[in-house]
């Protein structure tokens, strides 16, 4: 007989139409009613997931949570999912979908006793198959999604087989039903789902009022309870749990088709929408991992207390705004406020955790030298980083005199490349120093940077290049022609081997829609390049009134590096591109000052590659993979690549997700001004209303990438440049105390495409985590040390596994670990 599984749940965003505090308040009314009807109806059974509610219920109606946790005891309410929330899946990096996990499991764990083997994300917009790896890690064996809808895979079937990194697998239910019924309908929808799957030995149901939760009503449970007698002869229909349908559905030892790559794309407007709450998102997760790192090596190696309870709560801020209508952008203006003041609550309690480790990483160093100013940058990985270095410090004494102080400075003892930038004062006084640098910093490691100052008769002016043909920027290392006409790069040179065609980085306006959630048009007409300004223009963008000045010019310029601005406009909006070209690298960082005032409209960024067929890679969570190329909107992490097997070029942002590729043309998305939670359904039209419609991004936003050109090797080290641009040296001014004395590195790590991704104290905050990927998809065997410890382990990854291990410093033992050690 056939058997039909009811799934009664209540999806309920605690964010989304609604601010975090009318989430809490449905919580506790949806998890009250629900907690009733068990009482009422003998055979229902409730299911939900996502810890942050049952916490909410727990600090709000306490004398409810114990009757929940004893209905869990009873098998009349099922504890679903068991994550924090359910976060977005595709732009969070693998460590903050592990901490999510790992949040939910101690709080199900210690509060009911449970574990639960089905992962549940029902209205996340699409999943990274870099997931599953995770998945299983964390003890996952099966999956219910309902996007991508079925429409987007080739058969019908709602259960298939999801392959992952690393010989990864879980078992996927997509409902095609979704997660949410309508109130007083259930009756009706399951009897056409009963006819619509009458094919199938055994189905899954999802049923219950969400969104704004709800769940069951009791309508609907009388017409369930009456339907479920009625059709008793021929189904077996009974309330029960995702863990008892896939325990079914394996044990009929089903073949199932077969998925091998992300489950995307869904909604591709969210991969751009709102995209300071992305850039913000992106920095939390950077500075959580660099400060756990510091304050991991600062408790170790100095004995500083590792503040657990200040990084738990950044990190439950950074989850909360990964949840799947925050981060993506499609919650409404209030949201995206209140979003953003909570990744700032993350980060000011990261920036002073940052500094108090720094401070006690600095032990050993000796105090300022006369005369000097004294700076330290922090390498938190465990490889040596060459590269540019900028950071600001004060002149040993205020300058008065009719000259300008210029730096020189050594790093580590060694006196390298050295020049002086804007600083980020306009302040009337030459005092404030911006010092850009060249320098290798050692692993694992403060280095320290003396700075000496010698006086010049005034600031640096440099050369106009606007009468030129082409500036022409040749290193030895590559040739980068920048056309003072149009703003744009016309060449990008390494060796002999031309990487770009002419105009390239070049800002586009696509005509957009006002669905949050939606794309906008491809076609040729609906895109205007913006132009170079005049010099009028460009002048008066600049706050220059006194003078005239071209649209295109160097602004720095010394032994380091070259930095060339050009001016742009189109319509209402403008913008400013900085091309920075560093003197002894391969490299072009980008940044891009935008100030915008356009409706329903995308900014794209265009970059002609002298490559017409190729692959186009993007990074996912602990791997990369092929991503589609004729001009579909598509996601990625920390970076974007493009190779013909040959010549590759490299696209590392600074937290940009979507992209898109065709026929060698890479377009960038910068942002989409959609209006807030605007959509149409079911030929319902939004923003209708006469009067003024406030949009996203109004105003100035700013962006960052680096780019690399060269060889197809460059994919071998993408992933070490990407997070070394992300995770950056942390930097402090400061006269050191000159006490305690100097430790060995905390930890090196002797090959390239192993990448530690986080090194942390355990959470149960007894030793230490480490856990380390492999990046490029190559079976390699690493040796990890710990050289304060003398400590050296061998450690064998597959291509793209992931491996936890434990440290226990009183044994000096590291061993493999559980994921969510």
Known sequence: MKRVH???????????????????????????????????????????????????????????????????????????????????????????????????????????????????????????????????????????????????FPFREQDYLWKGLAGSEVLVH???????????????????????????????????????????????????TKLIKERAEELEIIHSNPEAYF??????????????????????????????????????????????KMATQAELLY????????????????????????????????????????????????????????????????PIKEGSSCAFLYNPHPYPITGQFAFEVGLPKQNWDPCFYHPRASVNGEEVPTQSEMECSHFCIDWRKRVVVEATLKPCAMNRVD?????????????????????????????IEINP???????????????????????????????????????????????????????????????????????????????????????????????????NDTHMDVEIGVYWNENDTVLKWMIPSAMEQGTYYGQVMFGREALAQEGQEVVAQRWNAWTDGEKTFTAVNGGSYGSSIEDGVIGLTLLHSAGYSAADFDEKKTLHEVRHTVRMEQGERKFAFRFEAGKADLLDNVDRTAQAYNEEPYVLALNASGAGEKKAPAILVDQANVLVSAWKKAENGEGYTLRLYESTGKDTTAVVELPFAGVACPVSLKGFEIKTLHYDEQTKQLAEADLLD
Request: aromatic share 12%; glycine share 8%; proline share 4%.
């Open 6 to 152: 009811l799934i009664c749940n209540a999806h309920l965003d605690p964010v989304w139409l609604w601010r975090w505090q009318e989430g809490c308040t449905e919580a506790l009314s949806t998890f009250r009613t629900a907690e009733a009807f068990t009482e009422e109806f003998p055979d229902f059974v409730f299911n939900h997931n996502e810890a942050i509610l049952y916490e909410w219920v727990k600090e709000n109606e306490p004398e409810l949570f114990v009757r929940i946790q004893q209905k869990v005891k009873e098998g009349k309410w099922h504890i679903m999912g068991g994550w924090y929330l359910q976060p977005d899946c595709n732009m969070p990096n693998g460590e903050s979908i592990i901490r999510n996990i790992s949040e939910g499991h101690r709080f199900f764990e210690k509060e009911f006793g449970v574990r639960p083997t089905t992962a549940i994300n029902f209205d996340s917009f699409g999943h990274s198959v870099g997931l599953v790896q995770i998945l299983n890690q964390a003890g996952y064996d099966t999956y219910v999604v309902c996007r991508p809808a079925k429409a987007q």
């Open 174 to 224: 997509r409902s095609d039903e979704n997660y949410n019924s309508v109130y007083g309908h259930v009756g009706k929808e399951l009897e056409q789902f009963l006819e619509d799957t009458k094919d199938e030995p055994v189905s899954l149901y999802l049923w219950g009022v969400g969104d704004h939760g709800g769940g069951p009503s009791r309508v609907d449970l009388t017409d369930v």
């Open 247 to 292: 325990k079914e559905r394996k044990a009929a030892k089903t073949a199932y088709p077969v998925v091998e790559k992300s489950l995307n794309p869904v909604a591709e407007g969210c991969y751009t929408s709102q995209v300071r709450v992305k850039q913000k998102h992106r920095l939390l997760e950077n500075e959580i991992l660099v400060g756990e």
């Open 303 to 366: 004995g500083t207390k590792y503040p657990k309870e200040e990084i738990h709560e950044a990190v439950r801020a950074l989850l909360f705004s990964e949840f799947h209508d925050a981060l993506p952008g499609s919650g409404t203006q209030q949201v995206e406020e209140d979003t953003l003041r909570l990744l700032d609550h993350g980060l000011e309690l990261m920036s002073r955790v940052n500094c108090r480790s720094a401070i006690a990483l600095t032990a050993g160093e000796a």
């Open 451 to 479: 700075v000496w100052f010698d006086a010049i008769e005034k600031r640096p002016t440099f050369e106009r290049i606007s009468r030129k043909e082409n500036f022409v920027f040749d290193n030895g290392k590559m040739r």
């Open 485 to 583: 006409r149009t703003g744009l790069v016309d060449s990008w040179k390494v060796g002999d081997t031309e990487y770009l065609k002419p105009g390239s980085f070049c800002p586009v306006a696509i005509d957009g829609t006002y669905n949050s959630w939606g794309l906008w048009k491809n076609e040729p007409g609906a895109r205007r390049a913006f132009t170079l300004l005049t010099d009028h223009e460009g002048s008066e963008f600049s706050g220059l009134y006194e003078q005239i000045e071209p649209s295109v010019r160097v602004i720095e310029d010394g032994k380091v590096r070259t930095v060339v601005e050009a001016l742009f406009g189109w319509h209402n909006s403008k913008l400013y591109q900085r091309y920075i070209l560093p003197k």
